[in-house]
């Protein structure tokens, strides 16, 4: 299963979240230090955390300055406050062992202040009513009678029937679910009593049939129920400051577990990760290098000895080789090639050591590689020392990844967590501007405080009160844009970044078609609005660059298009605009209006605006006019746009409209003639 959507209320800085989307491979939270990004992460970890992992505490974990008026005074009563919300999609392996009906459900799992769980599942079949079989019980229930007078039974046998009967629909109203133990007991009751079905009466023969039909709807909702509980993901939070140390003292550690003095937040819990990982208590691994307990000169007590030590190696030497190969997968050891030697982990005598072989053989601690290194060292055994046997239904939640490195080594590994987010969900916080990537701003979050008593809040939009909480992302543009502006010889500047994501979505699935999109050398420049296009333009055309602009047919495209000094700088070929590829009745035609139909579909879909009936009504109305008439303050382009790049990962060419791929191929072959 997949997360796609989070809320969290009532912990620490938060007050309430608000419900906000998680990417199906990586979301990245970005916002100032004391935001609350750390406490979204440790409130998801708790939704289904490893074992032992310490779970909600009101008196702790409930913001403090409402503690008084809401806990205390029982205005919240924690076994009903749901403090952490998640959504989660059924992928095809799940989809493949449960009902047809139920393929599209969204399973919700949450967890009360006082740790106490629930689920449900929204969508699929509707829940059966107890008014749906109502009158048929009773029915039944009077034909069960009615054959057992006929048959001569005693009275008693009939208020028997009558009394079961009662129990059964005892305390049920017409608007009452029927559960899995309540169509269990109905059916039972049906079955118990199936000699007094009349087998030559046709009516009651199929109203039995209608019942027992009917009650496998409960039992379906609960199997399905069941497991998606099984399959719900684990959540794996990792700290920069669980590292693990590349020397250990095996007996004083064990010491340390027996009298519970463990410093679980920093030292000791990477290093007991460790040993789980490695599948060894530190009292088993303190005890095998202990040779006190054995007499070395008997021949029987020194092969039992021997025999300890062998056994100890070769898991050593398993969990070592599977640790080396996860690494060498995702580090991509650019800089120092002695990262990708191999990792050793030895025991001598009571130490524990971690180190690293390098290609002339020589073996150096841990601790003397590079920071990034080991974080990727330590975040590894903490995963799958977590995980367990299910790292592979996983999510993962990073706090702060690779701060240590380098900038341009952050921008290395930001490819490292793309690829950890192939296989396991990753949500992680940053303030880093080179873990965020220009073509990944559709999964940034941007969460902010603006004051403790709205508390920590979580934008669907890439805007926030605070202009600090969106300073990586200015940053992120601004790197980009300087290092690219310059560097390619051809350059489309758009009016925004929404129309950048349009045609590069739509570029991406004409050429997985094998249809030709925009030209790989072209490099896609937005420039936040219609009026700056000229600035870009004119900058790049003095370096002697090839340029064109892409502008919408609205009055805004329309006035910048018509500056002279952009028609001095680029000339008139070169400044297009969204009706030359457009075909539709909309006179003023935005870079939506060419996608108007899938638009409307992935809006009702994914947005909840139905648009469909104004804009058929009015087809000469901008398509973004008509979905903001539907969705008022609610409304984006923003949101419009990052739902169809979503739309967009799980579809093909196809799934668009014929005339829509027409116009996006006319579109790029203008863009493409323009720069030749």
Same mark, same amino acid.
């Given at each position: 299963?997949?997360?796609?959507?989070?809320?969290?209320?009532?912990?620490?800085?938060?007050?309430?979240?608000?419900?906000?989307?998680?990417?199906?491979?990586?979301?990245?939270?970005?916002?100032?230090?004391?935001?609350?990004?750390?406490?979204?992460?440790?409130?998801?970890?708790?939704?289904?955390?490893?074992?032992?992992?310490?779970?909600?505490?009101?008196?702790?974990?409930?913001?403090?300055?409402?503690?008084?008026?809401?806990?205390?005074?029982?205005?919240?009563?924690?076994?009903?406050?749901?403090?952490?919300?998640?959504?989660?999609?059924?992928?095809?392996?799940?989809?493949?062992?449960?009902?047809?009906?139920?393929?599209?459900?969204?399973?919700?799992?949450?967890?009360?202040?006082?740790?106490?769980?629930?689920?449900?599942?929204?969508?699929?079949?509707?829940?059966?009513?107890?008014?749906?079989?109502?009158?048929?019980?009773?029915?039944?229930?009077?034909?069960?009678?009615?054959?057992?007078?006929?048959?001569?039974?005693?009275?008693?046998?009939?208020?028997?029937?009558?009394?079961?009967?009662?129990?059964?629909?005892?305390?049920?109203?017409?608007?009452?679910?029927?559960?899995?133990?309540?169509?269990?007991?109905?059916?039972?009751?049906?079955?118990?009593?199936?000699?007094?079905?009349?087998?030559?009466?046709?009516?009651?023969?199929?109203?039995?049939?209608?019942?027992?039909?009917?009650?496998?709807?409960?039992?379906?909702?609960?199997?399905?129920?069941?497991?998606?509980?099984?399959?719900?993901?684990?959540?794996?939070?990792?700290?920069?400051?669980?590292?693990?140390?590349?020397?250990?003292?095996?007996?004083?550690?064990?010491?340390?577990?027996?009298?519970?003095?463990?410093?679980?937040?920093?030292?000791?819990?990477?290093?007991?990760?460790?040993?789980?990982?490695?599948?060894?208590?530190?009292?088993?691994?303190?005890?095998?290098?202990?040779?006190?307990?054995?007499?070395?000169?008997?021949?029987?007590?020194?092969?039992?000895?021997?025999?300890?030590?062998?056994?100890?190696?070769?898991?050593?030497?398993?969990?070592?080789?599977?640790?080396?190969?996860?690494?060498?997968?995702?580090?991509?050891?650019?800089?120092?090639?002695?990262?990708?030697?191999?990792?050793?982990?030895?025991?001598?005598?009571?130490? *524990?050591?971690?180190?690293? @072989?390098? +290609?002339?053989?020589?073996? /150096? #601690?841990?601790?003397? =590689? &590079?920071? !990034?290194?080991?974080?990727?060292?330590?975040?590894?055994?903490?995963?799958?020392?977590?995980?367990?046997?299910?790292?592979?239904?996983?999510?993962?939640?990073?706090?702060?990844?690779?701060?240590?490195?380098?900038?341009?080594?952050?921008?290395?590994?930001?490819?490292?967590?793309?690829?950890?987010?192939?296989?396991?969900?990753?949500?992680?916080?940053?303030?880093?501007?080179? *873990?965020?990537?220009?073509? @990944?701003? +559709?999964?940034?979050?941007? /969460? #902010?405080?603006?004051? =403790? &008593?709205? !508390?920590?809040?979580?934008?669907?939009?890439?805007?926030?009160?605070?202009?600090?909480?969106?300073?990586?992302?200015?940053?992120?543009?601004?790197?980009?844009?300087?290092?690219?502006?310059?560097?390619?010889?051809?350059?489309?500047?758009?009016?925004?970044?929404?129309?950048?994501?349009?045609?590069?979505?739509?570029?991406?699935?004409?050429?997985?078609?094998?249809?030709?999109?925009?030209?790989?050398?072209?490099?896609?420049?937005?420039?936040?609005?219609?009026?700056?296009?000229?600035?870009?333009?004119?900058?790049?055309?003095?370096?002697?660059?090839?340029?064109?602009?892409?502008?919408?047919?609205?009055?805004?495209?329309?006035?910048?298009?018509?500056?002279?000094?952009?028609?001095?700088?680029?000339?008139?070929?070169?400044?297009?605009?969204?009706?030359?590829?457009?075909?539709?009745?909309?006179?003023?035609?935005?870079?939506?209006?060419?996608?108007?139909?899938?638009?409307?579909?992935?809006?009702?879909?994914?947005?909840?605006?139905?648009?469909?009936?104004?804009?058929?009504?009015?087809?000469?109305?901008?398509?973004?006019?008509?979905?903001?008439?539907?969705?008022?303050?609610?409304?984006?382009?923003?949101?419009?746009?990052?739902?169809?790049?979503?739309?967009?990962?799980?579809?093909?060419?196809?799934?668009?409209?014929?005339?829509?791929?027409?116009?996006?191929?006319?579109?790029?072959?203008?863009?493409?003639?323009?720069?030749?």
């Amino acid at each position: 299963m997949r997360l796609s959507k989070v809320r969290i209320q009532g912990y620490r800085s938060i007050i309430d979240t608000g419900y906000f989307d998680v990417e199906n491979d990586k979301t990245i939270l970005v916002g100032p230090n004391e935001a609350g990004k750390t406490a979204i992460l440790q409130a998801l970890q708790k939704l289904n955390p490893p074992e032992g992992t310490n779970l909600f505490d009101p008196l702790r974990d409930y913001p403090r300055a409402r503690y008084d008026e809401d806990i205390k005074n029982g205005q919240i009563d924690p076994s009903s406050f749901t403090v952490v919300e998640g959504h989660f999609a059924l992928e095809d392996a799940d989809k493949a062992d449960m009902p047809e009906a139920y393929h599209s459900v969204t399973y919700v799992y949450g967890r009360h202040l006082d740790n106490s769980a629930w689920h449900r599942l929204d969508g699929g079949p509707d829940r059966l009513v107890y008014s749906e079989i109502e009158k048929d019980i009773l029915r039944i229930c009077q034909h069960y009678q009615a054959t057992a007078a006929s048959k001569g039974e005693q009275s008693s046998v009939q208020d028997t029937i009558q009394k079961e009967y009662a129990a059964l629909v005892e305390g049920l109203s017409k608007t009452s679910i029927i559960t899995e133990k309540k169509a269990a007991q109905v059916i039972a009751w049906l079955k118990k009593n199936l000699k007094y079905l009349d087998e030559n009466n046709a009516t009651e023969e199929r109203r039995y049939d209608k019942i027992t039909d009917l009650l496998t709807q409960p039992m379906d909702h609960a199997s399905v129920l069941k497991k998606c509980e099984e399959r719900l993901p684990k959540f794996i939070l990792f700290s920069n400051y669980f590292r693990i140390r590349p020397v250990l003292h095996l007996r004083k550690l064990s010491e340390r577990i027996e009298k519970k003095m463990l410093d679980d937040d920093q030292y000791d819990y990477g290093n007991v990760c460790l040993l789980k990982f490695l599948g060894f208590s530190a009292k088993e691994l303190a005890d095998a290098g202990d040779t006190s307990k054995y007499d070395l000169n008997k021949p029987d007590q020194f092969e039992k000895y021997k025999a300890q030590l062998d056994d100890r190696d070769y898991r050593l030497n398993a969990a070592t080789i599977r640790l080396t190969n996860a690494i060498r997968e995702i580090w991509n050891p650019t800089q120092d090639s002695r990262d990708a030697n191999k990792l050793r982990i030895k025991v001598d005598g009571q130490y *524990l050591k971690v180190v690293v @072989e390098d +290609d002339l053989g020589v073996e /150096v #601690e841990l601790d003397q =590689r &590079s920071e !990034g290194f080991q974080w990727m060292v330590s975040f590894y055994v903490v995963f799958f020392a977590e995980a367990t046997d299910k790292h592979k239904n996983a999510i993962l939640l990073l706090d702060e990844p690779g701060q240590s490195l380098h900038a341009l080594k952050q921008a290395e590994f930001r490819e490292t967590l793309t690829k950890l987010s192939n296989k396991n969900q990753t949500v992680y916080t940053t303030h880093s501007p080179f *873990l965020v990537g220009t073509n @990944e701003l +559709d999964k940034v979050r941007v /969460v #902010e405080m603006v004051d =403790r &008593s709205t !508390g920590t809040k979580v934008h669907l939009s890439l805007t926030a009160s605070d202009s600090g909480a969106i300073l990586p992302l200015q940053e992120a543009l601004g790197y980009d844009l300087a290092q690219s502006m310059f560097f390619h010889k051809k350059n489309l500047i758009l009016e925004g970044l929404t129309d950048m994501w349009y045609l590069e979505g739509l570029s991406d699935l004409l050429k997985a078609d094998g249809k030709i999109g925009i030209n790989d050398q072209i490099a896609l420049i937005p420039a936040n609005c219609a009026s700056k296009v000229v600035y870009f333009a004119t900058i790049l055309h003095a370096q002697n660059l090839k340029v064109a602009a892409l502008l919408d047919s609205d009055a805004e495209g329309e006035q910048a298009a018509k500056q002279d000094t952009l028609v001095n700088a680029l000339g008139t070929k070169r400044i297009l605009r969204t009706k030359d590829a457009y075909a539709g009745s909309v006179a003023n035609a935005e870079i939506e209006d060419m996608l108007r139909e899938t638009l409307l579909a992935i809006a009702k879909q994914q947005l909840g605006w139905e648009a469909t009936a104004i804009a058929e009504a009015q087809p000469s109305r901008p398509i973004v006019d008509v979905m903001a008439s539907v969705a008022k303050k609610d409304f984006s382009k923003y949101k419009l746009a990052k739902a169809f790049i979503r739309w967009s990962r799980d579809h093909d060419l196809n799934d668009l409209k014929p005339h829509e791929i027409k116009q996006a191929e006319d579109l790029f072959t203008k863009i493409n003639k323009a720069l030749s």
